[in-house]
């Protein structure tokens, strides 16, 4: 029963972090859009825009931030391997809950800034410095979704560890096949 509903909140969690992911990647195009914009209206027709900057400046950050909890989910990040590959599983899985739990704190410190820099972008009316001067408080919001998102997804994590440390058993089929070296 424990399991189970362990199980659902990870699958909960997987598809939460991979449907954000998706939409993110889905910017990229637009990204190069506006960018490829700006181009042309600045070299061919003379006229830069006031807003490519600033728009594009946003879109790649909504991309990288929304897109950290969906590398995390593909283990995309960086990893030391030196010492990681040449323990146990078990031993891993140790390594594994000390950093998430590093992680975490990070990202928590990083939502609590961004919580406080959305009331004063809100408050204050911040806007970008910049001609168009678009507002910022939409930023923060988002960068406060994104940290939740890698939390959530840095938790499942821990979940899926901790449940293989104490049972000896992976808590998905995905984590099965990570642990045989078969998982992509």
């Given at each position: 029963m424990v399991l189970s509903l362990l199980r659902g909140l990870c699958l909960g969690v997987d598809a939460l972090v991979k449907g954000c992911g998706r939409l993110a990647a889905l910017l990229m195009p637009l990204l190069a859009l506006v960018v490829a914009f700006e181009v042309f209206s600045r070299y061919v027709l003379n006229a830069p825009t006031i807003w490519a900057f600033d728009l594009s400046l946003f879109m790649?950050?909504?991309?990288?931030?929304?897109?950290?909890?969906y590398a995390q989910q593909k283990r995309a990040h960086i990893n030391v391997d030196i010492l990681y590959l040449q323990v146990s599983h078990r031993?891993?899985?140790?390594?594994?809950l000390v950093t998430f739990a590093l992680a975490i704190f990070?990202?928590?410190l990083i939502f609590k800034t961004c919580l406080g820099k959305f009331e004063e972008a809100i408050e204050f009316d911040y806007r970008r410095q910049s001609e168009w001067a678009p507002p910022m408080f939409h930023f923060w919001i988002m960068m406060c979704v994104?940290?939740?998102?890698?939390?959530?997804?840095?938790?499942r994590d821990m979940l899926a560890e901790a449940c293989f440390l104490f049972t000896g058993h992976p808590l998905l089929e995905d984590v099965k096949e990570e642990a045989n070296g078969d998982g992509n």
């Open positions: 790649f950050g909504y991309i990288a931030a929304l897109g950290g909890a031993t891993r899985s140790l390594f594994n990070f990202l928590i994104a940290s939740v998102l890698f939390i959530a997804q840095l938790g």
